[in-house]
């Protein structure tokens, strides 16, 4: 019989990519059940994911691994369990990002997007796409995700472009989407409109700047008035004041004078103005303030936009006409210096609004955008989340989700940009009418012109984003998938993208299929540094999981991502973390050379039924336990938690306990080496699985390698069931504890506190590992146990076989003794030569102040309403463990006693 062998170390780089192309090739990530093959089984439900689609233009960032980590992890727990299960992979145009990039390549080239056209600039960016798109999608194969990449889309592939069309069409016949002026976000650098979403807010320090508003009438009076903004009192077309304020009572009605430009507007009253901020007087801009805009409204006041799209002064602007926004905001104030209109300048910290992409500052403008009329929309996705149809996870999300949808706001959904869904409009230049339309129009569709010209205009990425766990199915054409795939089962992504995209495919997903696109929101924590900050290139701190993959192994950047993390927590991710991690899967690898070194060790078939040893029937046990845990863990989205017990049983008990005493059963040889062979094989197994969604590569490896070791040796049999590969392999079930197993693990706890004692005290008093130790138990009831157990004992604490004496009970206390106590066994080691005995009776007298304590600590907790309020069950625990202390306490009393002799 050959002699398997594993190689001596685990390589993740020569082993990850080879997995990888074989998982692909064998077809593990295409759904058990499908619809387009024979033998579907409709009935059967599946376990859907569709992937949170990473920019084209991306690079494999911490946030990327983290959401892959998570997704495949789902996947490959729910695939084990026999489940049909689709992970839908693709990738999204992300307009702004995108072409940014190909405007930047241009830039070098000396060309710009205006100076090629649309066309060519359109073809220039596709062909990036195909240079670059790719390289995304490669790196989320690096980490492991088993997404069908036969079903892999992409936001502005044919089918989702018909599926952007279709939904735009229906939604404006309904009257749901308008075009229209309305103040919306522009960047001034990028030349479009952005959500409000894509804005982020930064505390920075600026001027509050006082200044002169002159009544019309008498120029020597004036009301003061304060701005962050000065170039923007070109466009105020009032001032307002509280209508409670005496202050102002007598300017309401009367007319001021616009500085410079010499405007007349109104002085009016609004319960919006804060009478405490400022002057307690308010300029109004509606052309340039969101909050001035809703008193615009309110007033009827025009509304005068004095920035062009470049934010440069316009014609309104009068002398400042063609100088940039901050150029303007000096020379203005110079000249109303100049003009005694100043009151002071105060340095002020603002909230400035800057772009998510570019960086530079929002200004608020009117322009004529699409927007989607969204509350009705949003009224049907509050009340999916609140009647359960779909749940968020951790749920304290569901209250900031029902927040924000109440507050939300119309869609500002056209962008000033080229790459992405052109908008489906068609303007005539003969009746003035919009014709929108699923085909590409030849004619007017309200006067029969030919003078038509398709809207500049592309979508915001968010509306074909939105559609992505439908429209990747085959929406709007009833396709196979779409019938057995939709609804999904799980949206996972980071909480952070609960608005900018969840809530959107609650929304359109209830819109245009009506169902909910997902039962279940999943919502992951942000990674941090290990200071606590946020990963951002902005900050200079990103760990490149790139380079930790290439130096550390996937897997164990993936365990540390899925076991740091629970449901909507931040973590930390630091790379000592991984490297421990690392170091777990040399462990598991060094394990699995053990237990496949073993295999081969076995060569004939028992001769009687299996005897289980102590030790067998624990680890059995504790594995059985494990199993169960992990399954409520899993159930319940404790990944992380799950993944911690697998550890601690993998390291702590299996490897660290078992493993040692499986060394000496094997060499008993015989039935006794063939079924612990047997039970090493079998832990091995149902660990790898347990930690297959975690560490896909290594458990993948290692569990081929025990496969194939089983193959050669009388214990085939074990492996008789098991399929090909560990990605498909059935998910171990758990099963009702069964009645010996508490003993057993109860009874092995014990073997394992009294080695404890004795090596923590061979490592106090330095007693070297060749000098074995006589040891005396009473052992009182576990006497028998002990006795089957004292060889184990033995070869794990470095005591002497020969001199091991077990007793029910002493009749008198061995003098000269070392005497400690585990629960209720005296333990005696003749260790005086080398104990000071003072020492040993100041050790034995802080055991008892320590047992003292927690009898009295104990005792107060028995006496309280804890007694009668917690479950039953606990309060018993509390009594053991009392019990257990008073026992405690007379032993060491009595040794003490010993001493004295
Ligand atoms: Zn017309």
């Not at 929101?521 to 290990?530: A, K």
């Not at 996937?554 to 170091?583: H, I, Q, Y």
């Not at 057993?744 to 004795?758: K, S």
Request: proline residues 6%; contains cysteine; negative net charge.
């Amino acid at each position: 019989m050959a002699t398997y062998e594993l190689p001596k170390t685990y390589d993740p780089k020569t082993t990850e990519e080879r997995i990888y192309a074989w998982w692909e090739k064998g077809g593990y990530f295409s759904p058990s059940n499908d619809p387009h093959k024979p033998g579907f089984d409709p009935s059967r439900k599946p376990y859907v994911i569709s992937i949170p689609p990473p920019n084209v233009t991306g690079e494999l960032h911490v946030g990327h691994a983290m959401f892959v980590s998570v997704e495949d992890l789902m996947i490959r727990y729910h695939r084990m369990k026999g489940i049909p299960t689709l992970w839908v992979p693709g990738s999204d145009h992300a307009g702004i990002a995108t072409q940014l990039q190909v405007e930047k390549m241009l830039s070098n080239e000396g060309l710009s997007r205006e100076a090629i056209g649309r066309d060519e600039f359109l073809r220039r960016t596709w062909a990036w796409k195909e240079k670059y798109g790719g390289i995304i999608t490669r790196q989320i194969r690096r980490l492991g995700a088993s997404c069908d990449w036969n079903r892999e889309r992409f936001t502005l592939d044919e089918g989702l472009s018909r599926a952007v069309r279709e939904a735009f069409v229906r939604l404006y016949e309904q009257e749901l989407i308008y075009r229209g002026p309305r103040l919306i976000n522009w960047s001034p650098g990028l030349k479009t409109a952005v959500s409000d979403l894509e804005v982020e807010y930064s505390e920075e320090p600026g001027t509050l700047y006082y200044f002169k508003y002159q009544l019309a009438d008498n120029p020597t009076e004036y009301i003061a008035v304060a701005t962050t903004r000065p170039e923007t009192i070109l466009g105020d077309t009032a001032v307002a004041v509280h209508p409670d304020d005496r202050r102002y009572r007598k300017f309401v009605g009367r007319q001021v004078i616009v500085p410079i430009l010499g405007r007349l507007i109104p002085v009016i009253t609004d319960t919006y103005v804060d009478r405490e901020f400022g002057t307690g007087a308010l300029k109004i801009t509606p052309g340039h303030d969101p909050n001035d805009y809703m008193i615009g409204q309110r007033h009827n006041l025009p509304v005068i936009s004095v920035l062009d799209e470049a934010a440069k002064v316009n014609k309104n602007g009068g002398p400042y006409q063609g100088q940039d926004r901050f150029e303007c905001r000096k020379n203005m104030w110079a000249d109303m210096l100049q003009a005694g209109l100043v009151v002071k300048e105060v340095p002020y910290t603002i909230n400035v609004p800057r772009t998510q992409r570019g960086g530079e500052i929002v200004e608020p403008m009117i322009s004529t955008q699409w927007f989607v009329h969204i509350q009705p929309l949003a009224e049907k996705a509050i009340a999916a989340v609140r009647d359960g149809r779909i749940r968020i996870v951790p749920d304290h999300f569901a209250k900031v989700y029902f927040n924000w949808m109440e507050n939300i706001q119309d869609w500002c959904i056209s962008r000033q940009l080229w790459w992405g869904h052109r908008i489906p409009a068609w303007h005539c230049a003969d009746c003035r009418k919009m014709t929108v339309s699923l085909q590409d129009p030849d004619k007017c569709a309200h006067c029969g012109g030919s003078q038509i010209l398709q809207d500049p205009d592309v979508l915001d990425t968010w509306f074909s984003s939105g559609l992505w766990p439908f429209s990747t199915l085959g929406w709007p054409d009833q396709t196979p998938d779409l019938d057995y795939f939709y609804p999904t089962t799980m949206m996972e992504t980071a909480y952070d993208i609960l608005f900018f995209w969840v809530a959107r495919m609650i929304m359109m997903g209830l819109e245009f299929t009506g169902e909910v696109p997902f039962n279940t929101v999943y919502l992951h924590g942000l990674i941090r540094d290990e200071h606590g900050r946020k990963m951002s290139k902005s900050h200079g701190i990103v760990v490149d999981p790139l380079i930790i993959m290439d130096e550390l192994g996937t897997d164990a950047l993936r365990f540390t991502l899925l076991v740091g993390s629970a449901p909507g927590n931040d973590m930390s991710l630091e790379v000592k973390r991984v490297e421990a991690n690392r170091n777990f899967c040399n462990k598991i690898w060094n394990a699995g050379r053990f237990v496949i070194g073993c295999l081969s060790q076995v060569k004939e078939e028992p001769k009687a039924k299996a005897e289980w040893t102590l030790a067998d029937g624990w680890i059995w046990a504790r594995l059985q336990g494990l199993v169960r845990d992990a399954e409520r863990l899993f159930q319940s989205y404790q990944y992380g938690e799950a993944g911690r017990q697998i550890y601690e049983f993998f390291w702590n008990e299996f490897a660290d306990w078992y493993l040692e005493i499986a060394k000496m059963q094997m060499a008993e040889g015989g039935d006794r080496a063939y079924y612990t062979a047997s039970t090493l094989a079998r832990i091995l197994d149902l660990s790898l699985r347990l930690l297959h969604p975690f560490a896909p590569f290594i458990t993948e490896e290692l569990w081929g390698h025990l496969r194939k070791a089983l193959q050669d040796t009388p214990l085939a049999s074990e492996s008789a069931e098991w399929p090909e590969a560990l990605i498909i392999a059935a998910w171990p079930m758990p099963r009702p504890e069964e009645q010996w197993e508490a003993q057993r693990v109860a009874d092995f706890t014990l073997v394992q506190e009294l080695v404890r004692v004795v090596r923590n005290l061979r490592a106090e008093k330095n007693v070297p590992p060749s000098r074995k130790l006589p040891m005396i138990l009473a052992a009182g009831e576990k006497t028998t146990i002990l006795r089957a157990q004292a060889a184990t004992m033995a070869a794990l604490a470095q005591l002497d076989l020969q001199k091991m004496e077990i007793h029910r009970s002493l009749d008198e206390k061995p003098a000269g003794n070392v005497a400690m106590v585990v629960g209720a066994v005296e333990i005696y080691l003749p260790l005086t030569e080398i104990v000071n005995i003072e020492e040993e009776k100041a050790r034995l007298n802080k055991l008892f102040s320590e047992a003292e304590e927690q009898i009295i600590r104990l005792e107060a907790l028995l006496s309280s309403p804890f007694a009668t309020k917690a479950p039953a069950a606990v309060v018993q625990k509390e009594r053991e463990k009392l019990e257990g202390f008073r026992e405690t306490a007379a032993k060491v009393r009595s040794q003490l006693a010993s001493l004295e002799d």
